[in-house]
């Protein structure tokens, strides 16, 4: 469980904001300067592709302009103060990806699932409601805080309230797949819109009910996947197995590739190109699975010693 210090929601600084002067100061922007970035709308964001996979449309990323992205980052800290469930790891201090799938073993059965473009199905109406209903904001300072944190009816891809303003929207429907993991004497973790479910009974029937929950919100649950008592497993890009952590193949192949580019490059300034990508997959690679440190201490060895040779600071 986070150590960190966290508030009730009735105690957080973004509850029951009661007028648009109000809203602006927790933000940190005059009122003139909210008004005229709500006006704005949409046109505060920079839409970009972000990448490209072949015979694929390029996924779009919408990104905050400056002044609109300080607000988001203010936001989304002061949301993050406040309380959340045991089961959500992302968003939260203290809590990541790596704490997600410590949450399981793989001794049990086990199913996991997400939902199919979250933030752009992630509907304005929820995250309106939840300003409405849970941060108890009268409808003209709701209107105006999700004009803020929205894209054309949706969440922002590149949003940086996005991903913990997703979880609030969406609370009640998490809530109820974790209820139906309890009742079923199961563990239940969100990491974003990556759901797992770890017990006895997490079974294709359990995963059946939780695609029907999440219908009912409006979004659809793609990627499911089971796993029996002892099968190896992903979860948050980690591999869980009967020994504990490891970092899973796909990872570890692309380290080996470029490893290889790296020993293969005939000169300093190539290896020097290959080596803090490859340093820095191999340093996340080292915390999911620690055997993996002698790679990386040597990795940095290298790099340092290039650097020596070539007498670069």
Not at 15 to 36: D, G, K, Y
Not at 294 to 310: F, I
């Amino acid at each position: 469980m986070s150590t960190h210090k966290r508030v009730p929601l009735k105690a957080s600084a973004l509850f029951r904001l009661t007028s648009p002067r109000r809203l602006a100061n927790i933000l940190m922007v005059t009122p003139t300067a909210l008004e005229r970035l709500v006006r704005w709308g949409d046109e505060n964001y920079l839409v970009r592709p972000l990448a490209q996979v072949e015979g694929k449309a390029p996924r779009m990323i919408e990104e905050p302009k400056p002044q609109l992205k300080l607000i988001h980052q203010r936001f989304a800290r002061l949301l993050a103060q406040i309380e959340t469930p045991d089961y959500l790891h992302s968003g939260v201090k203290g809590r990541s990806y790596i704490t997600n799938a410590n949450a399981h073993t793989a001794d049990k059965a086990c199913i996991k699932l997400d939902i199919k473009k979250f933030f752009p199905s992630s509907s304005s109406h929820h995250v309106q409601r939840f300003f409405e209903d849970v941060l108890e904001y009268p409808s003209d300072v709701a209107a105006r805080a999700k004009q803020l944190f929205t894209y054309d009816g949706h969440l922002p891809t590149g949003g940086n309230a996005s991903t913990i303003l997703s979880f609030w929207a969406y609370k009640p429907m998490f809530d109820e797949i974790a209820a139906l993991a309890v009742e079923r004497g199961c563990e239940f973790t969100v990491y974003v819109d990556d759901m797992s479910i770890t017990g006895v009974f997490a079974n294709r029937k359990c995963q059946q009910a939780a695609r029907k929950i999440i219908a009912r919100y409006g979004l659809k649950a793609h990627k499911a996947k089971s796993f029996s008592p002892g099968q190896p497993r992903v979860l948050t890009g980690i591999a869980k197995t009967r020994r504990g952590r490891e970092v899973p193949h796909r990872r570890a192949k692309g380290i080996a590739e470029l490893e290889q580019v790296e020993a293969a490059a005939s000169t300093v300034e190539d290896k020097m190109k290959v080596l803090p990508s490859l340093i820095g997959k191999l340093s996340e690679a080292a915390i999911v699975d620690p055997s993996w440190t002698d790679r990386k201490n040597a990795a940095v060895h290298r790099r340092r010693r290039l650097k020596v040779g070539t007498g670069v600071g």
